[in-house]
T-cell receptor, first 113, second 114 residues
Framework: NAGVTQTPKFRVLKTGQSMTLLCAQD?????MYWYRQDPGMGLRLIHY???????AKGEVPDGYNVSRLKKQNFLLGLESAAPSQTSVYFC????????????FGPGTRLTVT | GENVEQHPSTLSVQEGDSAVIKCTYS??????FPWYKQELGKRPQLIID?????GEKKDQRIAVTLNKTAKHFSLHITETQPEDSAVYFC?????????????FGTGTRLQVTL
């Protein structure tokens, strides 16, 4: 059981470039989440999904898109990267809402220059 | 939406002393309050959590208390050790049959000195 994995671990982008971050879980979890973590600001929810084929906006969705075509994968896309999107991105999953504990991936450190 | 405030932002204690971190939340409907520990460069790890039907929960040196009336909850670490040094985050969530979204506090950097 790998749990929650994220690809890539590190990435440097130039302003205006695009990329996709992949989150994968092998625990058959229904709910998946994307957070960003910035110094002094804790983790903030970007988008989340309550099941295959569904997505919803979180607290800071602007500049990001997501897709959940397969239950085990949740993709986070940056269409035109900006320096303000420099952050550490964490993915998390939960089996169902009343299971409570969210399982986090190892994170992706993204720098936009 | 939910708003979680966390204090202090930094805390330095001597080894063996106790540490207390406090959080307040705004949404009275929130019913789940986890605490995460994050070491440098690592993912957040759940260390203890409490649900709204419980006032206190303890796990060895770690305890959490919840005051629903005042909408605040606290993390207590006793007999601190150097390995307790990390950033700690509180969070609040409304967990129902269809919803579960965590709102995090801004974190407390705990330094345990020898």
């Amino acid at each position: 059981n790998a749990g929650v994995t994220q690809t890539p671990k590190f990435r440097v982008l130039k302003t205006g470039q695009s990329m996709t971050l992949l989150c994968a879980q092998d625990m058959n979890h229904e709910y998946m989440y994307w957070y960003r973590q910035d110094p002094g600001m804790g983790l903030r929810l970007i988008h989340y999904s309550v099941g295959e084929g569904t997505t919803a906006k979180g607290e800071v969705p602007d500049g990001y898109n997501v897709s959940r075509l397969k239950k085990q994968n949740f993709l986070l896309g940056l269409e035109s990267a900006a320096p303000s999107q420099t952050s550490v991105y964490f993915c998390a999953s939960i089996s169902e809402p009343r299971a409570y504990e969210q399982y986090f991936g190892p994170g992706t450190r993204l720098t936009v220059t | 939406g939910e708003n979680v405030e966390q204090h202090p932002s930094t805390l330095s204690v001597q080894e063996g002393d106790s540490a207390v971190i406090k959080c307040t939340y705004s949404d009275s409907a929130s019913n789940y309050f986890p605490w995460y520990k994050q070491e440098l460069g690592k993912r957040p790890q759940l260390i203890i959590d409490i649900r709204s039907n419980v006032g206190e929960k303890k796990d060895q040196r770690i305890a959490v208390t919840l005051n629903k009336t005042a909408k605040h909850f606290s993390l207590h670490i006793t007999e601190t050790q150097p390995e307790d040094s990390a950033v700690y985050f509180c969070a609040a969530s409304l967990n129902t049959g269809t919803a579960s979204k965590l709102t995090f506090g801004t974190g407390t950097r705990l330094q345990v000195t020898l």
